[in-house]
């Protein structure tokens, strides 16, 4: 473990589902004072600890958690990392507000387009808020147990705040957040452009988190065989086409490295599937509805993408 200084800043984990079980896990290893707010799995994370199964990391147990089932019971935080859903965004702003130390800084570590955006006018101004990245594969498998199975990189992008026309502190504040992974032996690197960095992600999640719901399995099925193989790439060269329209040049070689990329992984089962087999909400705006918007407004439609949405809908409202 990691000594940190007595003036190390104080970190509350604003859903501690996977994701923010898996990083701030990490980051209370490395000696960080972290704070993790729970809803449903309170009861078993202040009993049980947080159970961390990894293959990259191997068996990690943190226990006890400073855990809590009410925002207002948590202590000032200076960094946020906020792992829930993005459906749920404009309900969370009145938690981050009230958790939040003076000039706090909120990080999204949320999949989907212009998260930031929707969630920024719900937020006090002097909330500095930043896009987070996570390239993981990561799920939680009972309360309080996060299973890890490759990467865990997290790239952070300053998008709105009172450092809006001072680059040099928004760059200062992006690289002190880079700078707490990194102590907890995560990778980090800041992202220039926060819209354009969420594009890239939406190459790789647009056609597997949706598939693997319409299709019921995971991505070694998916690249196994090749009617979905063809469907993948044709998902994955229309988000290339909307982010072009959109301003943002991403190379097709980008969208062939993902595809290369999930052929080598080990099977794998996006994080949209767990939520439909739990009957939760899917993040449909911020993943479809939100790039095909926005492609749409700059004169680019996207047919495939636009049918996995419809269909997905009719899954979701089923579902639930």
């Known amino acids: 473990m990691t000594a940190v200084s007595p003036q190390s800043p104080r970190i ?9 079980g898996f990083y701030g896990l990490m980051l209370a290893r490395a000696g960080f004072d972290v704070h993790f707010l729970l809803r ?22 943190l226990h006890p958690v400073q ?10 935080c200076d960094w946020l990392l906020v792992g829930t859903k993005s459906t749920g965004n404009v309900e969370l702003a009145p938690t981050l507000a009230q958790v939040a130390a003076p000039d706090a800084k909120v990080v999204l570590l949320q999949n989907g387009l212009d998260v930031e955006d929707s969630l920024r006018e719900h937020l006090p101004a002097s909330l500095h808020l930043l896009g987070g990245l996570c ?3 990561v799920h939680r498998s009972a309360p309080g147990v996060v299973e890890h199975q490759a990467l865990g990189r997290v790239n952070l992008g300053y998008h709105s705040g009172t450092a809006a026309n001072d680059d040099a502190l928004q760059k200062a504040i992006v690289e002190a957040g880079a700078a707490l992974f990194h102590q907890a032996g995560i990778e980090s690197q800041a992202m220039a452009n926060v819209h354009q960095a969420r594009w890239h992600k939406l190459v790789w999640n ?11 399995t995971g991505t070694t099925a998916m690249m196994a065989d090749e009617s979905s193989r063809e469907l993948i790439q044709a998902l994955m060269a229309e988000v290339v086409q909307g982010a072009h329209a959109c301003g943002h040049d991403i190379p097709q070689s980008y969208a062939e490295q993902m595809f290369t990329m999930t052929e080598t992984m080990a099977d794998y089962l996006p994080s949209m599937y767990h939520d439909h087999v739990h009957k939760r909400p899917l993040e449909l705006a911020a993943i479809y509805a939100r790039p095909l918007a926005a492609a749409r407004a700059a004169g680019c439609e996207l047919p495939r993408m636009q049918a996995l949405y419809q269909a997905l809908s009719f899954i979701d409202r089923r579902n639930r």
């Open 12 to 20: 509350g984990i604003i859903g501690t589902g996977a994701i923010g």
């Open 40 to 61: 449903s799995e309170y009861a078993a994370v202040s009993e049980h600890g947080l159970h961390l199964n990894s293959t990259v990391h191997g068996a990690l147990h």
């Open 67 to 76: 855990a809590y089932a009410r925002a207002a019971d948590m202590p000032p």
């Open 135 to 137: 390239y993981i594969g």
């Open 206 to 216: 647009v056609p597997y988190n949706g598939l693997s719901v319409l299709l019921g």
